[in-house]
């Protein structure tokens, strides 16, 4: 039996295509979405690394600069707090996000290594889910925060909501990678072998 024709003169099922749509789109589609995920969660992970660093810097000095101030009368640093309290904020919640992202918060996992990969990839789920509630408040909260914050800095007169933005922003990355965290974990404990001898065995 001939094979259909296509409209420009080739086998309607010749080349993957079926119907108008190319069978080999969906892997490739795919493949690219990863690729495009991997790109933009480097350059997430990049920003959150940077931001931290330039607050210290910033930080520094500023700080040197103080001293220098108060030193030798230079100039005036009335501002001075009120930079300082930013730029502390803004490094210490974009750190932790940045520290979340690569799962380097400081955490007790003896137990899960007692547990072994499949009992201790369930506890990872319920530490995971535990978080994500924490963060999700934050988030709320933090936003929350933010909408209503209606004052600003005495001398810099810039509004303190934007600081404050600071919160839900982090609580939301966080909670971002958390999703990609519960997932890995699902997948381990979905994957991992019931009958893996998980005892720990004395010497």
Same mark, same amino acid.
């Given at each position: ?7 420009? *003169? ?6 993957? @295509?079926? %119907? %108008? ?10 493949? =690219? ?5 991997? %790109? ?5 992970? /990049? ?9 210290? @810097? ?7 600069? #103080? ?14 707090? =009120? ?7 803004? +490094? ?10 690569? #799962? =380097?918060? /400081?955490?007790?996992?003896?137990? =899960? ?17 535990? &978080? +994500?509630? /924490? ?6 909260? *933090? ?5 209503? &914050?209606?004052?600003?800095? $005495? ?5 303190? *909501? ?5 919160? $839900?922003?982090?609580?939301?990355? +966080? ?16 994957? &991992? &072998? $019931?009958?893996? #001898? ?6």
């Amino acid at each position: 039996m001939a094979l259909p024709r296509g409209a420009d *003169g080739g086998a309607g099922a010749g080349g993957g @295509v079926a %119907g %108008g749509v190319d069978l080999a789109a969906g892997p490739r589609a795919g493949s =690219e979405l990863v690729r495009a995920l991997a %790109g933009l969660d480097r350059g997430v992970g /990049f920003v959150l690394r940077a931001i931290p660093v330039a607050c210290l @810097v910033a930080l520094f000095v500023i700080l040197l600069g #103080n001293v220098v101030s108060r030193t030798f009368q230079i100039w005036t640093t009335a501002w001075f707090d =009120e930079i300082v309290e930013a730029l502390f904020a803004i +490094m210490v919640f974009v750190g932790a996000a940045a520290l979340w992202r690569e #799962n =380097e918060h /400081f955490r007790v996992d003896w137990l =899960e290594g007692i547990l072994g990969p499949r009992s201790g990839s369930w506890l990872r789920i319920v530490t995971v889910l535990l &978080s +994500m509630v /924490f963060l999700a408040v934050m988030a709320w909260k *933090g936003y929350d925060l933010a909408s209503r &914050s209606r004052a600003v800095t $005495p001398i810099l007169g810039v509004p303190t *909501g934007y600081i404050y933005a600071v919160i $839900p922003i982090s609580a939301a990355l +966080m909670l971002v990678y958390s999703v990609r965290d519960l997932i890995v974990a699902v997948r381990v404990a979905i994957h &991992s &072998s $019931p009958n893996r #001898n998980e005892t720990v065995h004395a010497d």
